[in-house]
């Protein structure tokens, strides 16, 4: 046992090392080869372990997120594909299979971008076409930032999720700035930058399917697949279509069913009395997202409107809120938590242009009649219908 514990150290002490050097500068080639001798026949469990050790000692996120290059470059068609009597790959409508759909048709649309660049100048035209549609990798990424890593969290898988999901906004980013030059200059000055993300498409494809999922295989139950397929509607799919329903029945949901059937009881308020159904209903209707996360920092509930403008879904109650948003961003969230608890801020605001809409964002603190801080209030609302309001209509008005 203590070889295996000093085994362990080593590697992280190896992670570390690695990580000084890239962040010196020097390239993944350069350090690949140290990095393959020291975890040669480990698992990726462990080598994900590893990093979440380092994270939790105090490395910063961004900075093991430079080891993603490193173990795609190691690792690259040479983990051992993990086999089981009813593999979730080969079932129609099971998260695992769809992800997997989706990353197939995320290869062939990189390949298709690839073969474009090498008929530059002629294919200009259908090139920007096609970067275009690389966009909707965002559903695939908001699919598993939003259903994914939560169960992840909830099972002590925690350095995996800020790592990929940092990547992820990289990928994005690095997306948007391709389109932008795209449309300012010509696609052939645009190559090199085109390429590299594509790289990291690939590589993310490699770690989600080598490392993630494998993961997600061990610990997961099936009620918890059924959520995440049952909710990924909201998102969308990325470059397919006609997923199907997947309804295995368990008896776990047996018995949810003829939970949910009982009559419904009331709740009690200070200034009326609600059925549940009617107090949901009321929740839902608001012309604005409300989601309320208690005093322990875990999101706790959220309301369903028609018009919702940032994905929620019931994977999330119980999760850190800081968990819930991008790593580049988590700071400024635990910020204002902690600004909320000191009592040094009631609210905080903020506001962004998305296409169409002007989003408002406000945040305020929730305390009882004693001044004992209860949890956070987010309010989400679209204010750009309320911005071009003008002159007056009065109830008597036509």
Known sequence: MSEEINNRKYRQQVLLDLIRQLHQGKSVDEVKDRFATAFDGVSA?????????????GVPVEEVQRLCDVHAAVFEGSIEEIHR???PSDIPGHPVNTLKRENRAIERL???IRSLLDKLPESEDELKQRIERLTEIDKHYLKKENLIFPYMEQYGITAPPKVMWGVDDEIREELKTVIENLKAG????????????????????????????????????QDEWKKIAHESDEFGYCLISSVPV????????????????????????????????????????L?????????DETVKYFSQS??????RTTAIIGRKVVNC???????????IVEDFKSGKKDHEDFWIEAGERYILIRYFAVRNKEGEFLGVLEVTQDIKPLQEITGEKRLLSD
């Open 85 to 87: 009597p009813a593999d």
């Open 246 to 285: 997947w309804s295995p029945t368990t008896g776990e949901e047996a018995r949810q069913v003829q939970k949910e059937a009982r009559e419904p009881g009331v709740i009690n308020l200070p200034t009326g009395v609600l059925k549940v159904e009617e107090l949901v209903c009321l929740l839902d209707t």
């Open 45 to 57: 469990e462990e080598i994900a372990a590893a990093e979440q050790a380092l994270i939790e000692s």
């Open 325 to 335: 948003h991008p790593p580049a961003s988590a700071h400024i969230v635990t910020k």
């Open 306 to 311: 028609k018009e919702r403008i940032f994905p």
């Open 110 to 112: 990189v390949g298709q």
């Open 287 to 295: 012309p604005v997202d409300i989601t309320f996360v208690g005093k």
């Open 186 to 221: 010509d696609a052939a000055s645009q190559k090199e930058a085109i390429l590299a993300v594509l790289k990291k498409i690939e590589d993310m494809i490699f770690k989600e399917e080598s490392i993630m999922l494998p993961m997600l295989l061990e610990v997961l139950t």
